[in-house]
């Protein structure tokens, strides 16, 4: 038996079965769905003697705890020095398409991007990070966990390029958009993946690599897994619209929409449920135009306020030189695929009837629950404090956005 907490190296026969099985689609299929894992690894084993490989079953359990304990460990970044190593893969040839980047981290100051097995499964989810715990915490994606460097990233062949991104000042419908996206099989839709707030936040990172690692990582998302995909959509994090120079750099014909709404409506959901990246301390404050002590003396309202601001004044700022596409959060409400179809010159049959209307009938976020219009009940809630910081700070950035949307649909051709 393994000592709990310590690393046993696997035995070469096992390296190089699962070198094998990586590559090879008949051991894969064969492995690949097991969900009990005493009996992956007895198949494990038996599938290695037929082919030639000679271990113990015990290296097969050793790497499933490895992959078990580096699966809880990655949550953890004070602790990552301690994470099992996963079998690494410096051969220079990329995982096949039916692997997908889910992670990336610095290890020994050197890029370590992870790969989870996926097969023909769509990203469907509402987030990138639901559809990934389902499937690289599964016995097979621990025993076989792959992860390459960089330059796996950099020898993939072009695949679809990004037809749109999705920027939003968060809790806006932005989901909706990406799940009214997904309800197309040809569509390819990667919902705020870690590893692009990776690519674009680590302070370790200069912008050439920055830009890089973006490309690299859309070749991998962008490559048709169901041999049926012909688009690939991006939807961002909140925060990520103050990294659009970057993002420019590495698309520069970027199509991109910022969806927005009422400020004391976001701020209240925020209140309820506040995002990670909006968080006193997380991450550089200059970013959202604050010092250390101005977050400290702000109160709740009034750093969620300025956090919020600092969004949606580069959205006017880019929206006013003639970037992007505008849309409300009540355009979505009524006509969400009209919105989609103007932004990203998509046609009618770009957005299934039935499909679309099981997903208006649901919550964006939680698919298993109904929709709501809680507007008013949002508007009720909202305190006096956090009243007073949307008027002051983002109030006036909200109208310049509404003036904006004014004047781009007083323009606008109806859509064919």
């Not at 990934?132 to 072009?158: C, K, M, Y």
């Not at 695949?159 to 968060?170: I, Q, T, V, Y």
Request: glycine share 4%; proline share 7%; net charge negative.
């Amino acid at each position: 038996m393994t000592e709990p907490g310590k690393q046993t190296e696997p035995l070469p026969g096992f390296v190089s079965f699962v070198a094998r099985v990586r590559r090879d689609a008949t051991l894969l299929a064969a492995l690949r769905r097991e969900r009990d894992p005493a009996a992956l690894v007895v198949q494990s084993s038996a599938l290695a003697g037929s082919a030639g490989y000679r271990f113990d079953e015990s290296e097969v359990l050793a790497q499933l705890e490895a992959g078990r304990r580096a699966w809880l460990m990655q949550w953890l970044p004070e602790d990552r020095e301690a994470e099992p190593p996963a079998l690494r893969s410096d051969d220079g040839e990329p995982p096949g398409a039916e692997w997908i980047p889910y992670r990336v981290a610095m290890v020994d100051g050197r890029l370590a991007i992870d790969w989870c097995h996926l097969d023909a499964a769509r990203l469907i989810e509402p987030f990138f990070h639901s559809t990934i715990v389902s499937a690289a915490s599964t016995p097979f994606n621990l025993v076989f966990r792959w992860r390459t460097g960089i330059e796996a990233l950099d020898a993939l062949p072009q695949s679809l390029a990004p037809s749109g991104f999705l920027f939003h000042l968060s809790r806006c419908g932005s989901t909706l958009c990406a799940q009214a996206l997904a309800a197309n099989p040809r569509h390819i839709v990667v919902s705020e993946a870690a590893p692009l707030d990776f690519a674009l936040r680590h302070p370790a990172l200069d912008e050439t690599q920055r830009v890089r690692l973006l490309r690299g990582l859309m070749r991998a998302w962008g490559r048709p897994r169901a041999n049926q995909e012909t688009q690939l959509f991006v939807k961002l994090m909140a925060s990520h619209l103050l990294h659009l120079p970057t993002l420019r750099s590495a698309f520069p014909e970027l199509p991109w929409l910022f969806v927005y709404r009422d400020p004391v409506e976001i701020m209240v959901s925020q209140e309820r449920n506040l995002s990670a990246e909006f968080a006193r301390g997380a991450g550089n404050p200059g970013r959202f135009g604050l010092t250390v002590e101005e977050v400290a003396a702000l109160d709740d309202e009034s750093h969620l306020a300025r956090v919020l601001a600092a969004i949606a004044a580069v959205a006017v700022d880019e929206i006013a030189a003639g970037a992007g596409r505008l849309a409300h959060h009540e355009e979505l409400s009524s006509d969400c695929t009209s919105v989609l179809r103007e932004a990203f010159a998509l046609p009618a049959e770009a957005f299934p009837a039935a499909a679309l209307e099981h997903i208006a009938r649901r919550h964006a976020k939680f698919p298993g629950e109904d929709y709501l219009d809680d507007r008013a009940q949002k508007q009720a809630e909202a305190s006096s404090a956090l009243r007073i910081a949307a008027q002051r700070y983002l109030l006036p950035h909200y109208e310049a956005l509404e003036r904006l949307r004014a004047a781009r649909h007083s323009r606008a051709m109806p859509i064919a």
